[in-house]
Protein backbone atom coordinates (compact mmCIF):
# COMPACT_ATOMS: atom_id res chain seq x y z
CA UNK A 1 0.00 0.00 0.00
CA UNK A 2 1.58 3.28 -0.57
CA UNK A 3 0.16 6.85 0.91
CA UNK A 4 0.41 9.91 -1.12
CA UNK A 5 0.55 13.79 0.96
CA UNK A 6 -0.24 16.75 -1.78
CA UNK A 7 -0.03 20.65 -0.89
CA UNK A 8 -0.65 23.38 -3.35
CA UNK A 9 -0.34 27.37 -3.14
CA UNK A 10 -2.01 29.04 -5.82
CA UNK A 11 -1.10 32.90 -6.84
CA UNK A 12 -2.39 35.68 -9.66
CA UNK A 13 -0.95 35.63 -12.87
CA UNK A 14 -0.94 39.14 -12.76
CA UNK A 15 -0.10 40.04 -9.31
CA UNK A 16 0.30 43.80 -8.33
CA UNK A 17 3.96 45.62 -8.51
CA UNK A 18 5.81 47.48 -6.10
CA UNK A 19 8.85 49.49 -6.10
CA UNK A 20 11.48 47.72 -4.61
CA UNK A 21 12.27 47.23 -1.32
CA UNK A 22 8.38 46.77 -0.59
CA UNK A 23 7.67 42.98 -0.84
CA UNK A 24 4.84 41.58 -2.91
CA UNK A 25 1.90 39.01 -1.41
CA UNK A 26 0.68 37.38 -4.52
CA UNK A 27 -2.47 34.98 -2.74
CA UNK A 28 0.25 32.40 -1.51
CA UNK A 29 3.24 33.63 -3.03
CA UNK A 30 6.12 36.27 -1.50
CA UNK A 31 7.70 37.82 -3.69
CA UNK A 32 11.10 39.78 -2.70
CA UNK A 33 12.88 42.22 -5.21
CA UNK A 34 16.09 43.19 -6.16
CA UNK A 35 18.16 46.45 -5.65
CA UNK A 36 18.89 45.81 -8.90
CA UNK A 37 15.25 46.24 -10.39
CA UNK A 38 13.02 48.68 -9.97
CA UNK A 39 9.63 46.41 -9.77
CA UNK A 40 8.63 43.77 -7.61
CA UNK A 41 6.46 41.91 -9.05
CA UNK A 42 6.43 42.15 -12.64
CA UNK A 43 8.25 38.53 -13.26
CA UNK A 44 12.30 40.13 -13.16
CA UNK A 45 15.33 39.79 -11.42
CA UNK A 46 12.84 38.60 -8.15
CA UNK A 47 12.71 35.87 -5.54
CA UNK A 48 9.37 33.97 -5.14
CA UNK A 49 9.23 32.06 -1.72
CA UNK A 50 6.09 30.02 -0.78
CA UNK A 51 5.11 27.46 2.02
CA UNK A 52 3.72 23.70 1.17
CA UNK A 53 1.29 22.53 3.67
CA UNK A 54 0.81 19.00 3.84
CA UNK A 55 -0.59 18.91 7.72
CA UNK A 56 -4.07 19.28 6.10
CA UNK A 57 -4.34 16.57 3.54
CA UNK A 58 -6.53 13.76 4.83
CA UNK A 59 -3.84 11.06 4.63
CA UNK A 60 -0.97 13.41 6.19
CA UNK A 61 -1.73 11.33 9.75
CA UNK A 62 -0.53 7.89 7.99
CA UNK A 63 2.08 8.91 6.32
CA UNK A 64 5.39 7.89 7.78
CA UNK A 65 8.49 9.94 7.37
CA UNK A 66 10.40 6.54 7.96
CA UNK A 67 9.62 5.21 4.60
CA UNK A 68 11.58 6.15 1.39
CA UNK A 69 9.72 8.46 -1.44
CA UNK A 70 8.56 6.60 -4.27
CA UNK A 71 8.25 10.19 -6.30
CA UNK A 72 8.32 13.51 -5.08
CA UNK A 73 6.70 15.25 -8.17
CA UNK A 74 6.69 19.17 -8.59
CA UNK A 75 4.38 20.88 -10.60
CA UNK A 76 4.61 24.62 -11.54
CA UNK A 77 2.96 26.92 -13.27
CA UNK A 78 4.37 29.77 -14.24
CA UNK A 79 4.80 32.59 -17.14
CA UNK A 80 9.13 33.36 -18.06
CA UNK A 81 8.77 37.30 -18.30
CA UNK A 82 12.58 37.54 -20.25
CA UNK A 83 15.50 35.81 -21.90
CA UNK A 84 17.31 35.33 -18.45
CA UNK A 85 15.06 32.26 -17.77
CA UNK A 86 17.90 30.55 -18.85
CA UNK A 87 19.42 30.95 -15.65
CA UNK A 88 16.43 30.71 -13.25
CA UNK A 89 16.56 27.97 -10.13
CA UNK A 90 13.97 26.62 -7.86
CA UNK A 91 14.69 25.00 -4.61
CA UNK A 92 13.31 23.33 -1.34
CA UNK A 93 14.44 26.02 1.12
CA UNK A 94 17.69 24.15 2.92
CA UNK A 95 18.78 21.49 -0.03
CA UNK A 96 20.37 22.82 -3.11
CA UNK A 97 19.36 24.92 -5.98
CA UNK A 98 18.04 23.30 -8.93
CA UNK A 99 18.94 23.91 -12.58
CA UNK A 100 16.68 22.69 -14.98
CA UNK A 101 16.08 22.72 -18.56
CA UNK A 102 12.97 22.23 -17.68
CA UNK A 103 12.22 25.58 -16.67
CA UNK A 104 15.47 27.32 -18.19
CA UNK A 105 14.27 26.37 -22.02
CA UNK A 106 10.73 27.74 -21.68
CA UNK A 107 10.10 30.41 -24.54
CA UNK A 108 9.24 33.85 -23.17
CA UNK A 109 6.04 34.09 -25.37
CA UNK A 110 3.75 35.56 -22.76
CA UNK A 111 1.74 32.17 -21.45
CA UNK A 112 2.05 30.54 -18.55
CA UNK A 113 3.42 27.58 -18.91
CA UNK A 114 3.09 24.04 -16.29
CA UNK A 115 6.24 22.20 -16.16
CA UNK A 116 6.70 19.02 -13.73
CA UNK A 117 10.07 18.32 -12.24
CA UNK A 118 10.75 15.08 -10.42
CA UNK A 119 12.61 16.45 -7.43
CA UNK A 120 14.03 12.70 -6.25
CA UNK A 121 16.01 13.55 -9.53
CA UNK A 122 17.97 16.20 -7.80
CA UNK A 123 17.43 15.53 -3.95
CA UNK A 124 17.40 11.82 -1.83
CA UNK A 125 14.85 11.01 -0.12
CA UNK A 126 16.01 11.25 3.25
CA UNK A 127 16.70 14.74 2.71
CA UNK A 128 13.54 15.77 1.78
CA UNK A 129 11.65 14.09 4.03
CA UNK A 130 14.49 15.90 6.65
CA UNK A 131 12.78 19.20 5.90
CA UNK A 132 9.28 17.74 5.74
CA UNK A 133 9.86 16.90 9.78
CA UNK A 134 12.07 19.87 10.47
CA UNK A 135 9.00 22.19 9.27
CA UNK A 136 6.51 20.34 11.18
CA UNK A 137 4.52 18.92 8.12
CA UNK A 138 5.12 22.07 6.32
CA UNK A 139 8.11 22.15 2.73
CA UNK A 140 9.45 25.96 2.40
CA UNK A 141 10.18 26.42 -0.83
CA UNK A 142 11.86 29.62 -3.47
CA UNK A 143 12.46 30.24 -7.14
CA UNK A 144 14.85 32.54 -8.76
CA UNK A 145 14.42 34.84 -10.84
CA UNK A 146 12.62 35.60 -14.44
CA UNK A 147 9.09 34.72 -14.41
CA UNK A 148 5.98 35.13 -12.40
CA UNK A 149 4.78 32.31 -10.46
CA UNK A 150 1.19 31.32 -10.17
CA UNK A 151 0.68 28.06 -8.80
CA UNK A 152 2.99 25.51 -7.06
CA UNK A 153 1.90 21.62 -6.21
CA UNK A 154 3.70 19.18 -4.85
CA UNK A 155 2.62 15.01 -4.15
CA UNK A 156 4.47 13.06 -2.31
CA UNK A 157 4.54 8.85 -2.01
CA UNK A 158 5.71 6.20 -0.25
CA UNK A 159 4.92 2.75 -0.44
CA UNK A 160 4.17 1.34 3.12
Not at 6 to 26: C, M, Y
Not at 33 to 56: M, P, Q, S
Not at 70 to 80: D, G, I, Q, S, V
Not at 137 to 150: L, V
Request: charged share 20%; hydrophobic share 40%; aromatic share 6%.
Amino acid sequence: MSVTITSLVRGSTIPQTKTFPETVRNIDFEVIGNKEATNTGDGNDERTDWVLNFTTHDSYSSFSTSHKLKFARLTLMLEPKNALIVTDLVEIDGLPQIATPVIQTLPVDGRVHTVTIELLDYYCSANILEILVKHAGKIPMKYRDDAIISYAHLELSHAC
